[in-house]
């Protein structure tokens, strides 16, 4: 018998809001979400149940010589225990390359690698049976230097190819130009993570037709089935994925985690099986920013024109590709900025190493390039006597620009204007003698009356590419359907699109309404009935499936005015579709909607595709690589405690370019969490891998930014259509907090005056001890 759906959420996506495109209507989700009432798939539920657990790695790289599970498999409750050898398809998996085992074999490459798991009556009884699983290692030396893992051919090789996953030139015009002005640095980013407070999880239900229906947090659902049904040996059609309630995601829900191993021990048992990462565990579970070494040198005339930069980008992606090529793509072409430079040479690696796995995250390459060119372009202001903001605003680049690969930009680029917005802005009021102490760096706890407490201003400006590029085909699918529901017409949207807490059920039904004006817009659960929508990342769902949405919508107008035309003999040139009815070119109402559908139901299936992109030259580095670019630019001020290392960010401006505000409200909640992930980045958020190994796998000792940390932020949005994206929009997600992260530091330098080369910025850095 086929077992039914597990329990879903209160919320049904049946719930409807009023508002179109421009405007900012509540969320279906939001009441549940602040209430507490909303249902994540780590609440999913089901009366058969079994719960799954992993035995993982506790070296970063180590031989297994011996794996005995008969001890675990015979404890009562437990119903299997499953190593690589019960893996029935491809023990492979990979977003770009299939190097990652599903479970270990003969070796492991991380600590926390998945080596065994199991499923048993109870959470508990599961966590205590991973202990009598038998393993034994002979641990082996880590690579932990990815500039040594990139050059070094005496270190062990860690896949068959050796340690190198991408290396990447790009040359722009003289590659040894001459300047009057020059400047270099060396920077390091350390490991940041997404730190979205759902852990993974998921529940798998076998069927009766030997496939499994797979419920769960993820970003793609359809990269997620295909991965999966290889390593199961199943077609896709019975390997059936559907969203459920995710909390947070970031990039860190990209690449697989419990999905595999709940199906496998559902198709094993016989019985749902669910899997909930605890805290620690999904540390290890999720792949984490790339660490980066970066050596920039900038070349400048005396009156501030760029004229080159040269720059080698080394990028740790720690012991399986991921999104590493990903990576190293976009950080050698956004290595420059968002400005002219006229000659460059750019090289970038990306290698495996024994830290952690390094995949996607919010900023995805862009990061890393942004701390590095915005530190140079501080000292590069220093040396030549300039105005940071005016030095920037010189050389910001525009519509018509090239960038570094050499790729028009044919939309919209007000780099000058976002930096010149943020320069114009007020400052705050210098602190006075008679501060308020919970206004100073250390706040209440008393540490500072004012005293070594020092002021600075920084600023950071970006660019980043919005949806995938390198001649991928980017696309999103829609069904739309029409149909009177209670009297009234009625329209659902149906995506594999994830929701992942941006908004885009919300945004689905604002474009829907607008479209075809009804004011009943629902949005089916998303899941793999429908054909791919891609991942929610690289700030694309708005753009890619918004354009899908707005298709479909368009083609179920149309079918709904053929209809008229045939029933009513009225010409269908002109007609719109708003309040619910059928309107006429000239402003004549034509029927009511409900009364020309009757029982009938419209639906359609559309795609959308956005402008061809392609690869990069493999010697040069050049060519059209990206479809769009985001722009933000922030600026900071700070107070430090020069004495105790402190820092309190004063205050964090941005000004970014949307294109078109779908929903203003949204855009602000986008910019206002994004420069917050990247004020941690700045001066707290980091993973400490020593020897390959994770010493802060949790909320107490790998710190995030709360309420108490976040400035006021005045918020400057421009709105400057892209001609060729639907609606005009730009992606707003990940540019804040990319050019927040460098805003603070250099903030920071400016204050103390120190070099400060690495973030996070700690307070040994600041004090020197």
């Not at 300047?179 to 350390?190: F, L, N």
């Not at 709360?706 to 892209?722: A, Q, Y």
Request: charged share 20%; with cysteine.
């Amino acid at each position: 018998m086929t077992r039914p759906a597990p329990a879903r959420s209160p919320q049904e996506l049946a719930d409807t809001v009023t508002g179109g495109i421009g405007t900012s209507p509540l969320r279906p989700d939001g009441t549940l979400k602040v209430r507490g009432e909303f249902a994540y798939s780590s609440d999913l539920w089901h009366e058969d149940m079994l719960w799954g657990a992993t035995l993982r790695s506790p070296h970063p790289h180590a031989r297994i010589v011996r794996l005995d599970v008969s001890r675990a498999l015979a404890q009562p409750g437990v119903h299997a225990v499953l190593t690589h050898e019960d893996v029935p398809g491809e023990n492979l998996y990979g977003l770009k390359y299939q190097d990652t085992p599903a479970l270990a074999e003969d070796r492991v490459r991380y600590q926390g690698e998945p080596v065994a798991i199991l499923a048993a009556d109870h959470p508990e009884i599961a966590r205590q049976a991973l202990k009598h699983i038998v393993v034994e290692y002979e641990v082996l030396e880590p690579v932990t230097d990815p500039e040594r893992a990139a050059h070094d051919e005496t270190l062990p090789k860690l896949h068959p190819g050796g340690n190198l996953v991408r290396y990447q030139r790009i040359v722009k015009g003289d590659p040894a130009a001459k300047a009057d002005v020059v400047v270099s640095g060396v920077y390091e980013i350390g490991m940041q993570d997404q730190a979205f407070l759902g852990p993974e999880s998921g529940l798998a239900v076998p069927d009766d037709d030997g496939g499994v229906d797979l419920y769960l947090a993820t970003q793609w659902l359809h990269v997620d089935q295909k991965q999966t049904a290889r390593a199961l040996g199943l077609p896709l059609e019975k390997v059936r994925l559907t969203l459920s309630g995710v909390g947070g995601a970031f990039g860190g829900r990209e690449d697989l985690s419990m999905q595999i191993h709940s199906c496998l021990l559902a198709l094993r048992t016989g019985r749902p099986v669910k899997m909930v990462y605890n805290r620690e565990e999904s540390f290890f579970g999720h792949v984490h920013r790339h660490p980066a070494k970066m050596y920039y040198e900038h070349g400048a005339t005396r009156e501030g024109d760029l004229v080159y930069v040269r720059a080698r980008l080394y990028f740790d992606g720690g012991a399986y590709a991921s999104k590493t090529p990903v990576v190293v793509g976009n950080g050698t072409t956004l290595s420059v900025g968002p400005y002219n430079v006229p000659n460059a040479k750019i090289e970038g690696w990306g290698v495996y190493s024994n830290n952690p796995t390094c995949g996607a995250m919010r900023g995805l390459g862009a990061v890393q390039p942004t701390y590095a060119y915005e530190s140079q372009m501080d000292k590069l202001a220093t040396a030549l006597g300039m105005d940071p903001a005016d030095l920037r605003i010189r050389n910001a680049m525009s519509e018509g620009s090239t960038n570094v690969t050499g790729q028009l930009v044919d939309f919209p680029a007000p780099v000058a204007e976002l930096i010149q917005r943020l320069k114009d802005m007020p400052l705050p009021p210098e602190r006075g003698e008679n501060a308020d102490i919970r206004d100073l760096p250390g706040g209440a706890s008393n540490v500072t009356h004012g005293e070594g407490v020092v002021r600075g201003v920084g600023y950071g400006v970006t660019i980043k590419n919005i949806s995938y590029a390198e001649g991928l085909d980017d696309y999103s699918t829609a069904r739309v359907r029409l149909q009177v529901i209670g009297g009234e017409p009625v329209a659902m949207v149906h995506t594999a699109a994830a929701e992942v807490g941006q908004g885009l059920v919300t945004l689905q039904q604002q474009i829907a309404r607008t479209e075809l004006g009804v004011p009943r817009v629902t949005v089916h659960p998303a899941d793999t009935s429908v054909g791919d929508a891609g991942s929610s990342s690289a700030s694309r769902q708005t753009y890619v499936t918004g354009g899908a949405v707005r298709n479909a919508c368009r083609a179920v107008a149309d079918a709904v005015y053929a209809l008229a035309e045939r029933r009513l003999g009225r010409d269908a040139k002109g007609m719109s579709l708003a309040g619910g009815k059928i309107v006429a070119g000239d402003g004549e109402v034509v029927t009511p909607l409900v009364d020309l559908l009757g029982d009938e139901i419209v639906e359609e299936t559309r795609e959308f595709h956005h402008r061809r992109t392609y690869p990069l030259d493999p010697e040069t580095g050049q060519g059209d690589a990206h479809v769009q670019y985001g722009f933000s630019a922030h600026r900071a001020v700070v107070d430090v405690d020069v004495e105790l290392g402190l820092v309190k960010v004063v205050q964090l401006d941005c000004a970014q370019d949307v294109g078109k505000a779908m929903n203003p409200d949204a855009v602000l909640g986008q910019i206002q969490g994004g420069s917050a992930q990247g004020l941690g980045l700045a001066v707290m958020e980091e993973i400490q891998v020593l020897d390959g190994k994770v010493r802060n796998p949790s909320f107490t000792d790998y710190l995030i930014p709360t309420v108490l940390d976040m400035p006021p932020m005045r918020i400057d949005v421009l709105e400057r259509p892209d001609p060729h994206a639907p609606y005009g929009v730009r992606g707003v997600g990940e540019p804040p907090t990319i050019s927040s992260t460098p805003a603070v530091a250099n903030a920071i330098r400016a204050a103390t005056g120190l070099e400060l080369p690495r973030v996070p910025i700690r307070p040994e850095h600041i004090t020197g001890t």
